[in-house]
C-alpha cells in the first residue's frame, strides 16, 4: 500500500509515516518500510488482528523505557539478557476518550546491583517518549 503521504518529502529531521485503511477497523502503518498494522478487539467492531492504537502508544512507552535501560546496562558493563520492561495503563471514565494512567514496572536482569537501580530508573525515566508526554508536543489535524 503506497499513501500519498508516504511520497511527499520530508523536511530535514522530520519522520513521516501513512497509515493505510485495510478493513473494517484495521489499518497498517508504514513508516521506514516498516509495516505494522493496528485493529480493534471484537466487543468495539474490530476483528481482533493486532494491537490497538492505544496499545501501541502504551507499548511505545515501555519499549522507549527497554531501549533507554539497555543503554545504560550496556555503558556500564552489564548484560541485557534478562532485562524486561511490564505495563499496564487504564482508560479515563470521563470524557474527552484517553489513557488516565499508565504504569510502567523496569525488571533489570538477575544480579543487577541493587544500589545502580535508582540511576538505571532515573535513565530509563527519561527516555524520548517519557519526554514527549511530559512536555507535549504541538498537535495539527489537517
Request: aromatic share 6%; net charge neutral.
Given at each position: 500500500?503506497?499513501?500519498?503521504?508516504?511520497?511527499?518529502?520530508?523536511?530535514?529531521?522530520?519522520?513521516?509515516?501513512?497509515?493505510?485503511?485495510?478493513?473494517?477497523?484495521?489499518?497498517?502503518?508504514?513508516?521506514?518500510?516498516?509495516?505494522v498494522r493496528v485493529?480493534?478487539?471484537?466487543?468495539?467492531?474490530?476483528?481482533?488482528?493486532?494491537?490497538?492504537?492505544?496499545?501501541?502508544?502504551?507499548?511505545?512507552?515501555?519499549?522507549?523505557?527497554?531501549?533507554?535501560?539497555?543503554?545504560?546496562?550496556?555503558?556500564?558493563?552489564?548484560?541485557?539478557?534478562?532485562?524486561?520492561?511490564?505495563?499496564?495503563?487504564?482508560?479515563?471514565?470521563?470524557?474527552?476518550?484517553?489513557?488516565?494512567?499508565?504504569?510502567?514496572?523496569?525488571?533489570?536482569?538477575?544480579?543487577?546491583?541493587?544500589?545502580?537501580?535508582?540511576?538505571?530508573?532515573?535513565?530509563?525515566?527519561?527516555?524520548t517518549v517519557h519526554?514527549?508526554?511530559?512536555?507535549?508536543?504541538?498537535?495539527?489535524?489537517?
Amino acid at each position: 500500500m503506497t499513501s500519498a503521504v508516504q511520497t511527499n518529502k520530508a523536511a530535514a529531521g522530520t519522520t513521516r509515516l501513512a497509515v493505510d485503511y485495510v478493513r473494517g477497523e484495521e489499518y497498517e502503518i508504514t513508516v521506514r518500510g516498516h509495516h505494522v498494522r493496528v485493529d480493534q478487539p471484537a466487543d468495539s467492531g474490530g476483528a481482533n488482528q493486532a494491537p490497538t492504537p492505544t496499545e501501541l502508544f502504551v507499548a511505545s512507552l515501555a519499549a522507549c523505557v527497554a531501549f533507554y535501560a539497555g543503554r545504560y546496562l550496556t555503558r556500564h558493563g552489564f548484560d541485557r539478557d534478562g532485562l524486561t520492561v511490564a505495563s499496564e495503563f487504564t482508560m479515563a471514565t470521563d470524557r474527552p476518550a484517553r489513557v488516565a494512567t499508565i504504569r510502567i514496572a523496569l525488571h533489570p536482569p538477575a544480579g543487577f546491583p541493587a544500589e545502580r537501580l535508582a540511576a538505571l530508573t532515573a535513565v530509563a525515566s527519561h527516555c524520548t517518549v517519557h519526554n514527549t508526554l511530559q512536555h507535549q508536543p504541538e498537535i495539527t489535524v489537517a
